[in-house]
């Protein structure tokens, strides 16, 4: 069975944060066998592909891992990845975040086949207590319109653009 969409996440060397963010995945409120997961190493990435060997063997999720042939960076992370799939949305969060369980199902809600559409949701930053200037900018991130954790395109969207800028 084909997937109806795909989850992206670039990583690199933040087993932690990317077991956290897979495990958020695993609750969301569709079919495990309605989408898949293509991990994105940003360059060979040993211990993570290790950790996430167990995921596979499990089938806990419909779960891939790659790594780039060099560092990139997160955007080419996320081209190598979505270039892999042939799902036809495409979905984007980031190692460090913890998806809703409604997430992908609000997503396949609003696409109703179109050629090239993006979507984007709310984004929520929690601050922690003693307030940082880097948390107090990342924070901002809240009242975006557009950001790479938490998007979704068609695949046909991401080729007419030639994906994300690197």
């Known amino acids: 069975m084909k997937e109806k969409i795909t989850v992206i996440i670039p990583t690199y060397k933040r087993t932690k944060l990317l077991i956290?963010?897979?495990e958020a995945l695993v609750l969301q409120s569709i079919p495990k066998e309605d989408f898949e997961v293509i991990v994105v190493s940003d360059?060979?990435?040993q211990q993570t592909q290790e950790a996430l060997e167990t995921w596979r063997m499990n089938r806990i999720l419909n779960l891939k891992?790659?790594?780039t042939p060099i560092k990139g960076g997160p955007a080419a992370a996320r081209n190598y990845g979505w270039k892999l799939t042939d799902a036809p949305l495409v979905a984007f969060t980031d190692d460090d975040c913890i998806p809703d369980q409604?997430?992908?199902n609000a997503f396949l809600m609003r696409y109703c086949g179109q050629d090239c559409i993006a979507f984007t949701g709310k984004t929520k930053v929690p601050l922690p207590e003693k307030k940082t200037d880097f948390a107090i900018n990342i924070a901002q991130l809240e009242d975006a319109d557009f950001i790479t954790a938490n998007c979704a395109c068609t695949k046909a969207a991401l080729n007419k653009v030639q994906g994300f800028d690197e």
Request: glycine fraction near 8%; hydrophobic fraction near 40%; charged fraction near 15%.
């Open 20 to 22: 956290r963010c897979l």
């Open 65 to 67: 891992f790659v790594h």
């Open 43 to 45: 360059g060979p990435d």
């Open 102 to 104: 409604s997430w992908l």
